[in-house]
């Protein structure tokens, strides 16, 4: 197997709250990694779509809503090892486990979220256009 299926389908966590939280825990600090470099790409795509005529735009996001995101995303992190622990308890083991699933849906949803801003301000470029040639 290569690295990034490695990385992306795991074998699951030891079948006890203390080895799901375990198994989470270590897992958070390529999760931080991937969503923050995706939050400065997409810092910088929309920095240089706000400079795009026409109307280039100064307002800039804050550097507040950054940070709240950041502890935000991290929070939600938690409900991972809260859900799979849930499952776990409710399925009293005959359920398989959802860590590696539940790890990739909320990556992807970390990483689409974080790229959001960057559409929204993709989005008001082209009607800064339309509005130029309407």
Known sequence: MTELTEFLFPAPARRSTAGIVRWWESRRLAYNLIVGATGALSLVAIRVI????????????????????????????????????????????????????????GLTFSVGLTFLPTMIVGLDWAFRILRVLL
């Open 50 to 105: 706000t400079w795009l005529p026409p109307a280039p735009r100064s307002d800039f996001l804050d550097w507040r809503a950054i940070v709240v995101f950041g502890v935000l995303a991290n929070l939600f992190y938690l409900l991972g090892p809260a859900v799979e622990i849930g499952v776990e308890k409710l399925g009293r083991g005959r359920i398989l486990p959802t860590g590696p699933t539940l790890y990739r849906m």
